[in-house]
């Protein structure tokens, strides 16, 4: 039981996994990160605390929709308790449409096995496809009534 990994550690399990793990690491501000792809989606993983032994991590992919989504976000959080969905408020995107942000926390407080975080990664490529169906799935829907 850890209750810290380096970025180079979990890019391991990623790739115990069957999956790509690209670390970078930002030159200015020293943030770490780690780029990976499961099903077509791309997603990260974000390095939380101090390198070079972090206490967690938060798993994050991003989707554009053209509708609002905070119904369908808020609808997909009271179904899934693991990942959670939100609309990004930070910024928005040129063509009028929305950000949608896909998350999921591992924390490592009191120490958490190799075993556990595998089983984050895990559950995150399996939920991962529920979440994007959930979006376009009902920005179709919806698009689909403005057009009736």
Not at 3 to 22: C, H, N, P, Q, W
Not at 97 to 110: I, L, N, P, T
């Amino acid at each position: 039981m850890n209750e810290s990994f380096t970025v180079e550690e979990i890019a391991e399990l990623i790739r115990d996994e069957g999956y790509k793990a690209l670390v970078a690491i930002d030159e200015e501000d020293g943030d770490a990160t780690i780029e990976s792809a499961s099903d077509g989606t791309d997603w990260r993983v974000h390095m939380v605390g101090v390198a070079p032994f972090y206490e967690s991590i938060l798993i994050r992919a991003s989707f554009h929709t053209d509708n609002n989504p905070i119904e369908d976000c808020n609808k997909f959080n009271n179904e899934y308790r693991f990942l959670k969905l939100y609309r990004v408020t930070e910024f928005e995107p040129d063509d009028g449409g929305f950000y949608v942000r896909a998350e999921m926390d591992c924390d490592f407080a009191g120490g958490v096995s190799t075993l556990m975080i595998s089983a984050t990664i895990r559950r995150w490529i399996a939920l991962l496809p529920v979440a994007e169906e959930a979006v376009f799935t009902e920005m179709a829907r919806k698009l689909e009534s403005k057009n009736t």
